[in-house]
Structures are given as structure tokens and as C-alpha cells.
T-cell receptor, first 115, second 114 residues
Framework: GENVEQHPSTLSVQEGDSAVIKCTYS??????FPWYKQELGKRPQLIID?????GEKKDQRIAVTLNKTAKHFSLHITETQPEDSAVYFC??????????????FGTGTRLLVSP | EPEVTQTPSHQVTQMGQEVILRCVPI?????FYWYRQILGQKVEFLVS????????KSEIFDDQFSVERPDGSNFTLKIRSTKLEDSAMYFC????????????FGSGTQLSVL
């Protein structure tokens, strides 16, 4: 089955710096890669996602890149702000157009943005 | 914006007791899921449910677990005889269906088994 590795486990940056979180996956059939942000005690919230037919996607300060050959994908946050502090999870799935979705999550990265 | 809602937010139970965790998925969604997260660990898939039957379940989802959609709006997870290791945050999630890959999570039920 799919296995997703994520690093670093913790990341501390200064406000305004960029942050990069990296994930690798094992199953070449995986075709959908979402990123979730989870604040302490709250639900995981989808912040950006990418399908395997796209190499990069950007949404304001957040971008995700995908390298299918190397089986890795990364989350890039620019101009970080203290409210970006949270745990970020990457995930992968072999999403079928039938609608069923089973996500395999990485172990999470705790991002701390210091003012 | 529509949200997945879960009740209760916290549940404390004695080992061996039955618990039912409740979820109301987003109203036009067709696929429903339970995931769990043990403190400090990754979110893990438990089960998916579509058209009133289980689509897939993980190794975690043993005979002590069951799911049900009793009334067309609620989606429940029952643990028949809780164990200490069942203590975790349980998240319900839903997705729209064919053609839509995004999964939306509820705010979770923190289950503590004593």
C-alpha cells in the first residue's frame, strides 16, 4: 500500500521568511496530493491540492510542486505570518473518478513562525 | 460555507463500554469516512461508506467497529467494547462524489477510554 514520508517534523522560521515542507510517496499510482493545515485541537483544513497531471499550483502565498518521476511533492509558504503556525499534513491517494477517496497522510510538520 | 459537524466534541468512557460517535456530513455529499488521530501521530483512515455500505476499511477497523447511516443525514461510528488504545481524536469526513476529490473533515470527537 501507499506510504507517505514527510519532513521536517518541525520547522521554525522568522516572520516574512519562506517555509518548505517536503513529502515523498511510494505508490506510483497515486494521483492526488492535498495539503491540510491543522491548528491545535481543530479539524484538518484543506489549504491546497494538486493532481498528478499538474506540476505546480499556486494560491496566493501558498504553492505546491509535484515531481512524479521522483515521487515527491512540496509545500511552499512565502512571506510567513504568525497565523501560519500550525501542523501541516501532506497526503496522497489514488483517486478514482468514481468519487471514492482514501487519503494516506504523512506524519506532519509543526511550523512555528516567530514574530 | 457548509461544514461537517460532529458530536460530541469530547467523550469519556470506561474500558469495555460502547460508544457512538455522530456526524452530519455536508448535505449534498455522497461519500463518508471516518479517520482517527492518536495524539501526536498522523491521521489514519478507518473506513469509507457509500450507498449504505462500506466501500473499504483498514486493518484498524475490526469487528469492534461499525458504521451506520440511520436516517439519511447522520453518519455514526460505533465502538462496541472500547479499549484503552481506542483513545484518539476521531474525524468524520465527506466528499461530494464522482468527479470531486476534495475531502472535508469535521472538527472531531476526542475519545478518552479510561
Amino acid at each position: 500500500g501507499e506510504n507517505v514520508e514527510q519532513h521536517p517534523s518541525t520547522l521554525s522560521v522568522q516572520e516574512g521568511d519562506s517555509a518548505v515542507i517536503k513529502c515523498t510517496y511510494s505508490d506510483s499510482a497515486s494521483n492526488y496530493f492535498p495539503w491540510y493545515k491543522q491548528e491545535l485541537g481543530k479539524r484538518p483544513q484543506l489549504i491546497i491540492d494538486i493532481r498528478s497531471n499538474v506540476g505546480e499550483k499556486k494560491d496566493q502565498r501558498i504553492a505546491v510542486t509535484l515531481n512524479k518521476t521522483a515521487k515527491h511533492f512540496s509545500l511552499h509558504i512565502t512571506e510567513t505570518q504568525p497565523e501560519d503556525s500550525a501542523v501541516y499534513f501532506c497526503a496522497a491517494s489514488n483517486w478514482m473518478n468514481t468519487g471514492f477517496q482514501k487519503l494516506v497522510f504523512g506524519t506532519g510538520t509543526r511550523l512555528l513562525v516567530s514574530p | 460555507e457548509p461544514e461537517v459537524t460532529q458530536t460530541p466534541s469530547h467523550q469519556v468512557t470506561q474500558m469495555g463500554q460502547e460508544v457512538i460517535l455522530r456526524c452530519v456530513p455536508i448535505s449534498n455529499h455522497l461519500y463518508f469516512y471516518w479517520y482517527r488521530q492518536i495524539l501526536g501521530q498522523k491521521v489514519e483512515f478507518l473506513v469509507s461508506f457509500y450507498n449504505n455500505e462500506i466501500s473499504e476499511k483498514s486493518e484498524i477497523f475490526d469487528d469492534q467497529f461499525s458504521v451506520e447511516r440511520p436516517d439519511g443525514s447522520n453518519f455514526t461510528l460505533k465502538i462496541r467494547s472500547t479499549k484503552l488504545e481506542d483513545s484518539a481524536m476521531y474525524f468524520c469526513a465527506s466528499s461530494e462524489g464522482a468527479g470531486a476529490e476534495k475531502l472535508f473533515f469535521g472538527s472531531g470527537t476526542q475519545l478518552s477510554v479510561l
